[in-house]
DNA sequence: CCGAATCCTAAATGATACTG
DNA sequence: CAGTATCATTTAGGATTCGG
């Protein structure tokens, strides 16, 4: 009996807030990723889970699940037992945030962990 | 013994993520909001208490005191048992930021909810 | 291969009481 | 007033199993 996710859950202040919409549909623990990772590619279920070997099986599915009831995502059987996931029209809009957000957390990381070991591409 | 709560938090691929690093900063349970109050203008503990009287005391400290770890506020005690909360300058560059998935929002729901009753501004 | 159902543990949050 | 400490409850998430 669930409309939208995302909607529902941003009332944190007796009305509606866009603010918290937005951050409700890319903040959930995976989804950003996996949002990221359909942005290049459409990908089938597993593939997802190969690139995102800590998300659980079930985490994963609950994940897309809660994307697809957004309407971030969407889910086409391609073949017996094999379904491919990709972005809906309101996905791809979520692309120059997604970017922004991620320049500014480059930004931050660069300032605020300059001494971070290794070599990190720092980016999705 | 924490250094900055986002940066640790962001590393979900074995690397650091920067889109994962700002999403941390901005998606606590009440940081967007209490974010949003302070970029009008700085305000005490009982202040930003009441405009967001849903959350608990407890969890407003908690989410103050994780955002002040994470640069994004200050804390200044300016008399005994008053204590003022004003964004960094880190707080302030991520007005951009706020606006871009504001708008995203209040465009995503007037699309999907144009039916909402009530006479929501529609804004934090 | 994809995903739902179940069970169980750990983490997040609320309620309340306490204190400088 | 601005928190902290403690306890009770809710919720999130992992492991496992099952089935189309």
Redesign the interface.
């Known amino acids: 009996m669930r409309t ?1 996710n ?2 529902e859950s ?1 009332q ?12 409700g ?3 959930g ?2 989804k ?2 996996i949002i ?1 990772r359909l942005m290049s590619a459409s990908l089938h279920f597993s593939e997802l889970h190969k690139e ?1 070997p ?2 659980s099986k079930r985490m994963l599915a609950l994940q897309l699940s809660e994307l697809q009831e957004d ?1 971030i995502i969407k889910r086409q059987v391609t073949a017996t037992f094999h379904t491919e996931y990709s972005l809906t029209a ?1 996905g791809q ?2 692309a ?3 970017t ?7 930004h ?2 660069k300032e ?2 300059g001494k ?1 070991a ?1 070599n ?1 591409n ?3």
Request: hydrophobic letters at 45%.
């Open positions: 939208i995302a909607i941003s944190k202040h007796f009305e509606y807030c866009p603010l918290d919409t937005t951050l549909i890319l903040s623990k995976w950003s990723i990221c995102i800590r998300c309407q309101w809009s979520l120059p945030l997604v922004a957000l991620n320049s500014w957390g480059r931050y990381l605020n962990a971070i290794g990190n720092l980016d999705c």
